[in-house]
């Protein structure tokens, strides 16, 4: 697990890097269960096909939130994030398809204080990345986080 990163760790430049993950078609089922979002190309192999992909792929929002999920299991913001203050610039370059492996490549861009003591805004642009490089999601996160606590 990476160290705890409190705003006064938040270092723009810094870069991060999750174990990988491989993606199966349950993973797109499971998906489409939760959010009631079944468009063919994510549920109907020959659909997809006939729309120009190898198979099934997953969806654009899934891959976004993989990116959540695959920081969470970094365990570097577990105390010290209070908020997600929204997504800019995302970006959908490839598709993934069940059985790739993604990781994600979290790169920090930018803080500053916020007039509220004891917190900060910073910015974070995480990469969903497949094993031969291709980036499959990316976007910048802004994220409200503590400063580091006094007994810490």
């Given at each position: 697990?990476?160290?705890?990163?409190?705003?006064?760790?938040?270092?723009?430049?810094?870069?991060l890097?999750?174990?990988?993950?491989r993606?199966?078609?349950?993973?797109?089922?499971?998906?489409?269960?939760?959010?009631?979002?079944?468009?063919?190309?994510?549920?109907?192999?020959?659909?997809?096909?006939?729309a120009?992909?190898?198979?099934?792929?997953?969806?654009g929002?899934?891959?976004?939130?993989l990116?959540?999920?695959?920081?969470?299991?970094?365990?570097?913001?577990?105390?010290?994030?209070?908020?997600?203050?929204?997504?800019?610039?995302?970006?959908?370059?490839?598709?993934?398809?069940?059985?790739?492996?993604?990781?994600l490549?979290?790169?920090?861009?930018?803080?500053?204080?916020?007039?509220?003591?004891g917190?900060?805004?910073?910015?974070?642009?995480?990469?969903?990345?497949?094993?031969?490089?291709?980036?499959?999601?990316?976007?910048?996160?802004?994220?409200?986080?503590?400063?580091?606590?006094?007994?810490?």
């Open positions: 697990m990476t160290p705890q990163v409190w705003y006064d760790d938040f270092v723009p430049g810094t870069v890097t999750s174990a990988p993950r993606i199966e078609l349950a993973d797109i089922d499971a998906y489409a269960r939760l959010t009631g979002e079944a468009h063919p190309v994510h549920m109907d192999e020959e659909f997809a096909r006939a120009g992909f190898p198979g099934r792929i997953t969806h929002l899934f891959n976004l939130a990116i959540e999920g695959l920081k969470a299991t970094l365990g570097c913001f577990e105390r010290s994030v209070i908020a997600s203050l929204g997504w800019n610039d995302v970006k959908f370059p490839a598709p993934l398809l069940p059985g790739e492996e993604v990781h490549r979290l790169e920090f861009v930018d803080r500053r204080p916020t007039r509220t003591p917190r900060g805004l910073a910015t974070e642009r995480g990469f969903l990345v497949k094993a031969d490089g291709t980036v499959v999601v990316s976007g910048d996160h802004v994220i409200l986080l503590l400063n580091r606590p006094e007994d810490e």
